[in-house]
């Protein structure tokens, strides 16, 4: 029984529990049950809430024998990544500094998703403040691809979607600031989407990079993304940034799943050296397919995007320098060297330098400089510029086509420990998402096959313009739909049983 | 250390002095600048806080609409030329008031610039002046918690143990409104900077955006002073003085630095670009935090809030709709009560303007107004050792007496005494006439009766009169005014005396 | 070399960051390394270029000068490392504001 509703959609789910073919409890159960028997290899949680996620489900339940309307995840488990501040769960963004903390408030995202009805069965993994692409910055250890527990699962959403790869949950929250979504989506062979920037709420969000970090789905389908990502969405009050105008209709376009008569654009320079080879093949693969269903390809040059990895690795850690200046040790979080003689600023010096790890060090410190007087033009003055050229760059490619598409990274999971010591190989996982991160646009991945030489899975990103975000769903829901056709069953079938 | 001092008089001789004022206003909103905890005075500490002002993780700032408006108030006041585009930066430092280690402020984008504020300067035994105070810049920003120092001998930061934080304070809406520097005041310039800051505070207060008490730091004074030899191209490093709560402060704290760094200069040292702290009570500035290691703020544009962009049409509405400033207001009453400037620098700084000005409104003449509010009524808020403001009486009912005496009523004499019982607290004017028995007797026959009683007790005085020695009257009159306890009508009293006796 | 150990150093202490020498040398040589990559930003020629720090245009969010309930003062101190008085108590200040 936990296997067949493990395996599930959330579609699927949500109208089994509204129709009382289950109970949400026994939803609950079964995911629960699949996190005791695998996250002790997959370690995609970091905490687990089963008393509460039962009593959530419990509640779907009541409403539902009431005849109370259910809204469209009622019942639907989700996992919830630990950026996002939970009032009855502890949230610590991976960070040994933030261990235990209990915030007395909770985030937009989480509050909309439990009023509509989801059930928030943990808070999952993730890179140190969301900086990284594996998870392997974590506080509390990396980790596990579901395909290949000796590899990384992507990052920063790293435990989200091992959670959702690995059918503990059919759904997850996560955050994209340089990729962190669609990255660990795309090696972990799931859906994840990156909103536009402002679409859904970062109001609970821990900042990493403010004018970057965007809230947003994973799932193992485009529907089920869809989903999560209407419920997620909307504007919100509480956050300055937040756009005030409908949601775009994703899941009508999930629904739609046609690409007839779409523009769709190859980005020239997000290809070629750099890139596996079985992550170029799938990527050719995928363009033919789309070709095949009826879309017109052409090529588009976005010439600044070559400089959009040394942008965003300047505004991204100018802003988060400032943005974690406020773990300091008075007022919540570790307190470390406290022994009564040191002075405010000693305890906390010593509380930042045990409680941060290496790479959110790396970052403050590389943002701390670029924002420094004398430097700040030349920096973080001159990548502001390019932020502009990247985004000219999208407007004249979106006057081409109506989605651009590239591989959503380019290279498949690699092994737990191989890129740890050298931060610019990391930082090269982001190669392909950065430009929409740094443009606010919508950009969804989703699976495209397996890399020939390891088996291993390999993500198509889809580009649309800000507030387009449906184009994004229509085409990558044609493009699963194709596959599943072509190959007759779900991308993560041919997972290894964990 | 006690610094030695030049005499200030003798500095002037040599020095010019430059001055500039930095000026922070709480502004009196309900509501915090970036969040909707209360805005007010005096709660338990840490009861006004929320995720926002506490800058837990996860939480953003949203503007608050009503300080926009203020601050472009200010800004029109100043006359000042608002942006039609700014932005909020974060100015980055760590500091256990701050909950985020940065502060939302403007850096080189402010919501006002290039304005002015003309000030009047009355120095003693010569002519008022009027000084032009160019104004650089207002722009907003948020406040900081405050921070209790424990376990030291004076409460300060200094030799404190340690320290308890309460961030009630943190994201108060602070409007910070910042001179260019003011030249060519010379010896006035103390005058000039306290002048400065008495029309800021009654202009902001005519607004109706603070409540600008200085004593609770809804309005706080940093003052820049330098001197440079008269005749230098250049000018002299400045150092800025805090701590400044008052008036007589600013005042104070200019004059200090002014007598500090002519001796500085007169012996060949040079001045340390600083920051000092005035002290209230010995009047002096002692040095603070070296300001030659500046601190690097690292400003950039705060992520977390969108552009200011005030429609024009908004800000000439808010334009059209500003209250007459005190300055025109000062020029009007003046004008309308015929007051000489000299009269009217001695009503301004009496404090008495606004008491004077709502009693003519309330019926009475400026110049009985007037009167009775630097004469009589400062004496007793003297004696008491309070500010006029203070009495226990209102302009409305000062109207009153002088309304009474207009009618005859009263003369000056229970004037006063009906002014005296109104402050001690035995009702309104009319309660205190008809209790305490005071009006004028003009009736014939309680007068006529009193005369009778007068003229019997003086038989060889009413004679002289009947034998035409009218000033013998003014015997009569006296005991008749003594009978009366002085509330007899004097003039008709000499009426029927000689009606009587002629 | 773009960035030396020392002004490594002098970040750390504006950011209030407390490093031990062997991580200070590891971190010093990697800053070095990508300080040198992230300066291509400077080969992009953009004289009238103006900046963007939002990508999506928005402007003149607001909310009206009104009191909404917050946080009681045990919840606003729950996660204190201490607390005395009501209020967050904290290791001596050394720096005068």
Excluded at chain 2, 80 to 96: E, G, L, M, Q, V
Excluded at chain 2, 350 to 368: M, Q, W
């Amino acid at each position: 029984m936990t296997a067949e509703l493990t395996s599930k959609t959330a579609a699927e789910l949500a109208a089994a529990i509204a129709s009382a073919e289950v109970s949400a409890v026994e939803v609950t159960q079964a995911h629960l049950d699949r996190i005791a028997a695998v996250d002790g290899q997959v370690h995609a949680f970091l905490h687990v809430a089963a008393g509460q996620a039962l009593a959530a489900a419990q509640a779907v339940d009541a409403r539902r024998a009431a005849g109370d309307a259910l809204g469209p995840l009622a019942g639907v488990p989700v996992a919830v990544k630990d950026v996002f501040a939970t009032a009855d769960m502890p949230t610590t963004c991976g960070s040994h500094i933030l261990d235990g903390w209990q915030p007395p408030y909770e985030s937009t995202v989480t509050r909309r998703l439990r009023a509509a009805g989801a059930i928030p069965l943990g808070k999952t993994n993730m890179d140190e403040f969301a900086m990284g692409s594996s998870t392997e910055n974590s506080a509390f250890g990396p980790s596990h691809n579901p395909w290949d527990l000796t590899r990384v699962p992507g990052g920063s959403s790293g435990g989200s979607s091992a959670a959702v790869a690995a059918f503990e949950a059919p759904l997850a929250t996560g955050t994209d600031t340089g990729g962190s979504i669609r990255q660990p989506a795309a090696v972990c062979g799931i859906v994840g989407m990156k909103p536009t920037y402002g679409g859904s709420s970062r109001y609970g969000v821990v900042a990493f990079a403010s004018s970057l970090d965007t809230p947003g789905p994973l799932a193992r389908t485009v529907l089920d993304a869809a989903l999560l990502h209407e419920a997620m969405s909307g504007h919100d009050p509480c956050d300055s940034t937040s756009i005030d105008a409908p949601v775009p209709p994703v899941v009508a376009a999930a629904r739609q799943a046609d690409v007839e008569g779409m523009r769709i654009g190859v980005v020239t320079e997000l290809s070629g050296e750099g890139y596996e080879p079985g992550v170029l093949a799938r990527f050719g693969e995928a363009v033919e397919l789309l070709e095949s269903l009826g879309a017109k390809i052409i090529e588009v040059s976005c010439p600044h995007f070559a400089y959009a990895l040394p942008a965003y690795y300047l505004i991204a850690p100018s802003e988060c320098s400032s943005n974690l200046a406020r773990f300091d040790a008075m007022r919540y979080g570790l307190r470390a060297g406290d022994d009564g003689t040191r002075s405010a600023e000693e305890v906390m010096s010593i509380t930042r330098g045990e409680g941060f790890g290496a790479e959110v060090k790396r970052r403050i410190i590389l943002g701390t400089y670029a924002l420094s007087s004398g430097y700040y033009d030349a920096y973080y003055g001159k990548a502001q510029q390019v932020r502009t050229l990247v985004i000219r760059d999208f407007d004249a490619a979106f006057g081409q086509a109506d989605v651009l598409i590239s591989p959503s990274t380019p290279s498949t999971a690699f092994k737990i420990g191989e890129r740890a010591d050298d931060p610019m190989a990391m930082y090269l996982a982001d190669l392909c998402t950065i430009p929409s991160d740094l443009a606010g646009n919508a950009a969804l991945s989703v699976p495209c096959g397996l890399a020939p030489e390891n088996g291993l899975p390999v993500g198509l990103q889809i580009m649309a313009p800000v507030l387009a975000d449906d184009r994004t769903y229509r085409v990558g829901a044609a493009v699963e739909a194709a596959l599943h056709d072509r190959w007759g069953h779900p991308l993560l079938t041919e997972a290894p049983e964990l | 250390m006690t610094e030695t001092l030049v005499s200030f008089d003798a500095a002037m001789e040599r020095y010019e002095p430059v001055i500039g004022l930095e000026t922070h206003v709480e502004l009196g909103t309900a509501s915090k600048m970036f969040c909707g905890c209360p805005a007010s005075f005096g709660a338990e500490p840490n009861t006004q806080v929320c995720p926002v002002c506490l800058g837990l993780p996860g939480s953003l700032p949203v503007v608050n609409a009503l300080a926009i408006e203020s601050t472009i108030r200010i800004g029109l006041a100043l006359n000042c030329t608002i942006a039609s585009w700014c932005r909020f930066a974060r100015k980055n430092y760590f500091y256990p008031d701050m909950p985020k280690n940065f502060q939302i402020s403007q850096y080189d984008e402010p919501l006002c610039t290039n304005g002015w504020l003309d000030v009047t300067v009355h120095p003693e035994g010569a002519p008022p002046r009027k000084v032009r105070v160019e104004i650089e810049r207002v722009h907003l920003e948020e406040d900081t918690g405050k921070t209790l120092h424990m376990g030291g001998a004076t409460g300060r930061i200094h030799g404190a143990d340690y320290s308890l934080v309460d961030y009630n304070r943190a994201g108060i809406p602070l409007v910070e409104i910042v001179t260019k520097p003011v030249t060519g005041t010379g010896p006035l310039a103390p005058l000039a900077a306290r002048a400065y800051v008495a029309e800021l505070r009654d202009m902001l207060r005519s607004l109706g955006v603070s409540d600008v008490r200085m004593e609770e730091g809804s309005l706080r004074c940093d003052v820049n002073t330098s001197i440079a030899p008269k005749g230098s191209p250049t000018w002299g490093t400045r150092t800025e003085t805090k701590n400044v709560n008052s008036l007589r402060s600013v005042e104070r704290a200019v004059r200090f630095e002014i007598e500090r760094q002519a001796a500085r200069l007169d012996s060949g040292e040079r001045i340390v670009q600083e920051t000092r702290h005035f002290h209230e009570d010995s009047g002096i500035t002692t040095a603070g935090r070296s300001k030659e290691e500046a601190q690097d703020y690292r400003y950039f544009p705060e992520p977390d809030l969108v552009p200011l962009a005030p429609p024009a049409d908004w800000v000439e509405t808010l334009r059209a709709a500003l209250p007459e400033l005190p300055s025109a207001r000062r020029a009007r009453l003046q004008s309308e009560w015929s007051l000489s400037d000299l009269d009217m620098a001695a009503l301004t700084n009496s404090g008495a303007l606004d008491l004077v000005a709502e009693t003519v409104a309330a019926g009475a003449p400026p110049a009985e107004a007037r009167k009775w509010w630097l004469g009589e009524l400062r004496q007793h808020a003297n004696t008491e050792g309070i500010e006029l403001t203070a009495l226990p009486i209102s302009p409305a009912q000062v109207a009153r007496v002088t309304e009474l005496v207009a009618s005859g009523s009263l003369n000056d004499k229970l004037a006063r005494q009906v002014l005296a019982g109104v402050l001690a607290g035995e009702g309104s004017p009319d309660d205190v006439v008809a209790a305490r028995n005071l009006a004028i007797v003009s009736d014939d026959t309680a007068l006529l009766a009193a005369i009778d009683d007068a003229i019997a007790a003086s038989p060889e005085v009413a004679q002289k009169i009947r034998d035409g020695k009218t000033a013998a009257a003014g015997v009569l009159l006296g005991a008749v005014m003594k009978a009366t306890r002085g509330q007899a009508d004097a003039a008709r009293v000499r009426e029927l005396i000689f009606q009587r006796l002629q | 070399m773009s960035i030396t150990r020392d002004e490594v150093a002098h970040l750390a202490r504006l950011a209030r960051l407390s490093l031990a020498d062997a991580e200070l040398d590891h971190l010093a040589a990697q800053l070095d390394q990508i300080i040198s990559a992230v300066a291509r930003v400077q080969e992009v020629t953009a004289e009238d270029v103006p900046p963007t720090s939002h990508a999506v245009p928005l402007a003149n969010v607001f909310r009206p000068d009104q009191v909404v309930p917050c946080l009681t003062a045990q919840e606003a101190l729950a996660a204190a490392p201490a607390v005395e008085q009501q209020r967050f108590r904290v290791p001596r200040i050394l720096a005068e504001d």
